[in-house]
């Protein structure tokens, strides 16, 4: 995985809360066996007409918009389905961090495994953003994981709270399975030590 | 929290305590065992992916257990007794999970076959969900084997990876949040209209980072599979996991299920799950109480699970919540609803009954649904669908007849699946129509682009199937207690 490093990027405001993986990425798309190719398919429903058409009142659609690489979301972003499409589609389409006051636990957890950033902030800063994204387009943040810190456009630093150990895989291109990996000695001995309950394989 | 017995103990801790691989160390959180890995087709093939990429191997087979549900049709079976995948998509899905399965040795139940089903549906029938276990999925709805007092929880595809290769996690450790509900339910009230209950009172993200238990009387007289209808919701809650404390009910469930202990084993399993229960005394970081005695059938008017009410109450109005992103939520999902505040939904007309997935598909859903159809008929106006969890609990209502029942009021009887719960097997809503569902989410489009759900018990949605129109069960004459 590439490490993931500072960076500094224009933000666009989703102001609803609750926004759900179902709306992230539809199920219907989910026929796919691959993780690339999602990004174009990402708010399918609100972002396009049933014919196709991409519409023009939807934020993500509007030129101004193209380059975005925050989203600032309302509360509880990433609620519903596990499905791991949801932050596959988000970066697809280019994003990098996803700023709300809170985050549903799988999606967050999906989200870190993909090197893309849940930050959490204060509903204050929640709000500046939004309202900052919806006056100028332009608005960059700039993110630093190794800090903890998202920089405002006014220079005010507030730091975002992340899970200690995915930082440190984050910072460093490290994937949690290798590490898992490593602690085979640990897991050969819990199983030594308890029984297996259930065997799938003996024909019930 | 102590592994030494000093402090009183939850069944979270119990079960979280007793599979800890290594605790916290070094920055990284507890490494979790995990007991049990169930697999479909739409959350692992990009897993196996990663350990083809790598060359690794399952690690357990043996505690792996794969089937086929969310893409699967769920159409009549052909001449020949086969079911076919028309959709070109879907089907080189399924092929992927055969070959998975094949290459990585794990058991699989085939489309079709003779426990092929709904993953929360077959754990549970097979006896692989046992009380103190952990168990996984690529799926949020994993909440449901907590039924039987496990510590089961939704992972992403990444976690899958992580689980098939190593069979364990990195995990954090919840927060614990007690669900009680004293008192008796009335007649006509359900666990689904508990479950609907609770998440209407804690909000869609009021569980986020804790593992409900669910207890007190109401809980207690639940049968298995209305305690799995309460915890199977518990991710609409936003909660990492939902448990009841395992007691008769679940032991004599689990007794004589294909993959439950025998003999000398049973014994010796009954007896570590009766040492499950929390200690006396233990405390949780959060309690809601509720009264199951003020409970009634419920049905959601919104977009998330949360927004829920009382059949009998009016559809909230947005301009009466003080809180400006909360008024625009209910607007947008009001307007997508096609809803004016204040609206009673009685009488409401509904195009589609959906009674199935991994909530409400199994064998006493049916029973109820059923109960409430015989020698009536679905109203001309709607088109129902009644489809069982498994191919097991569609053998058993057959075997009860109620596969004629249905057929008889005009309802449609079909293969197992998750269906229109997904609507990723063509089985969907048309835009605009209207459903009561008997599933678990009612987000946009998710039955459906531009469909519309309501959600509600077996017992509401075969009343309103009859009726043509949302109908509280308990003015239908005749029985339904
Ligand atoms: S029935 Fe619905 S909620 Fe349950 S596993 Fe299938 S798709 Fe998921």
Not at chain 1, 37 to 46: M, Q, T
Not at chain 1, 99 to 121: E, W, Y
Not at chain 2, 56 to 70: G, I, Q, S
Not at chain 2, 268 to 287: F, I, K, M
Request: proline content about 5%.
């Amino acid at each position: 995985m590439e490490p993931v490093t500072a960076f500094s990027g224009q933000i666009v405001a989703m102001p609803i809360n609750d926004i759900d993986t179902d709306q992230i990425i539809p199920a219907r798309f989910l026929k796919t066996t691959d993780s690339a190719g999602l990004g174009k398919n990402l708010f399918a429903d609100w972002r396009y007409e049933v014919d196709g058409t991409p519409r023009a009142d939807f934020v993500l659609n509007q030129p101004r918009h193209a380059h975005a690489t925050v989203l600032v979301a309302g509360d509880n972003f990433g609620c519903g389905s596990s499905r791991e499409h949801a932050p596959w589609a988000l970066r697809g389409a280019g994003f990098r961090a996803v700023v709300s006051t809170s985050f549903a636990d799988i999606f967050r957890n999906n989200a870190l495994q993909n090197g893309l950033l849940p930050l959490q902030v204060d509903e204050e800063t929640q709000q500046q953003l939004i309202s900052l994204a919806q006056e100028d387009a332009g608005t960059t943040v700039a993110v630093d994981l190794e800090t903890q810190t998202l920089t405002l456009p006014d220079g005010r630093d507030v730091g975002f709270p992340i899970d200690g150990f995915a930082r440190h895989c984050l910072l460093n291109g490290i994937d949690q399975l290798g590490f898992l990996q490593s602690l085979e000695d640990d897991i050969f001995a819990w199983e030594e030590s308890h029984p297996a309950r259930v065997n799938t394989l003996a024909s019930a | 929290m102590s592994e030494n017995g000093q402090r009183p103990r939850t069944l979270f801790d119990k079960v979280w305590d007793s599979h800890v691989v290594r605790p916290p160390a070094n920055g990284a959180p507890t490494v979790l065992y995990i007991d049990l890995h169930l697999v479909h087709e739409v959350t692992s093939p990009q897993a196996f992916t990663t350990l083809r990429e790598r060359g690794l191997k399952v690690r357990r087979p043996d505690r792996t257990l794969a089937t086929m549900d969310h893409s699967t049709p769920t159409t009549p079976r052909n001449e020949l007794g086969i079911i076919l995948v028309p959709d070109a998509m879907a089907a080189a899905q399924l092929e992927v999970m055969r070959r998975n399965c094949e290459d990585f040795d794990i058991p699989l139940y085939e489309l079709g076959s003779e426990n092929q089903g709904i993953v929360h549906v077959i754990g549970p029938e097979q006896g692989l969900t046992q009380p103190g276990m952990t168990i996984v999925c690529g799926d949020s709805h994993t909440s449901t084997h907590g039924a039987f007092g496990a510590l089961a929880f939704g992972i992403g595809t990444s976690e899958v990876g992580h689980v098939l290769a190593t069979q364990s996690l990195l995990q954090e450790r919840p927060g614990s949040m007690a669900v009680r509900v004293d008192g008796r339910l009335q007649a006509g009230v359900t666990a689904k209209d508990i479950i609907l209950a609770v998440i209407a009172e804690i909000g869609i993200g009021g569980g986020t980072g804790h593992v409900i238990e669910y207890m007190g009387e109401a809980i207690r007289s639940l049968g298995m599979e209305g305690r799995m209808t309460v915890c199977n919701m518990s991710i609409e809650g936003g909660a990492r996991a939902g448990m009841v404390a395992p007691d008769d009910t679940t032991i004599d469930y689990i007794n004589g299920r294909p993959y439950a202990p025998r003999g000398e084993t049973w014994d010796a399993a009954v007896a570590a799950w009766r040492q499950l229960p929390g200690d006396e005394g233990a405390t949780y970081d959060r309690e809601v109480v509720l009264d199951a005695a003020d409970l009634t059938p419920m049905i959601t008017y919104g977009t998330n699970p949360g927004m829920g009410m009382r059949i009998t109450e009016r559809v909230p109005d947005p301009d009466r919540l003080g809180d400006l992103t909360a008024k625009l939520a209910l607007d947008k999902a009001l307007n997508y609803m096609g809803l004016q505040p204040g609206q009673s939904l009685l009488g409401k007309a509904v195009d589609v009954v959906f009674v199935g997935s991994c909530t409400n598909s199994r064998i006493s859903d049916l029973r109820e649904a059923a109960r409430i159809m015989r020698g009536r008929k679905v109203a001309d106006s709607v088109r129902m669908m009644v489809v069982p969890g498994s191919q097991q609990v569609k053998r058993q209502a057959e075997a009860e007849g109620l596969d004629e029942v249905f057929r008889a009021a005009g309802a449609e009887w079909r293969e197992a699946g998750c269906s229109m719960c997904i609507a990723m097997n063509g089985d969907q809503l048309q835009p605009g129509q209207y459903a009561v569902s008997t599933s678990n989410r009612n987000f946009e489009g998710r039955q459906g682009k531009g469909g519309r759900s309501f959600l509600a018990s077996p017992l509401t949605a075969a009343a309103s199937a009859i009726k043509g129109a949302i109908t509280d069960v308990r003015s239908l004459q005749g029985e339904h207690a």
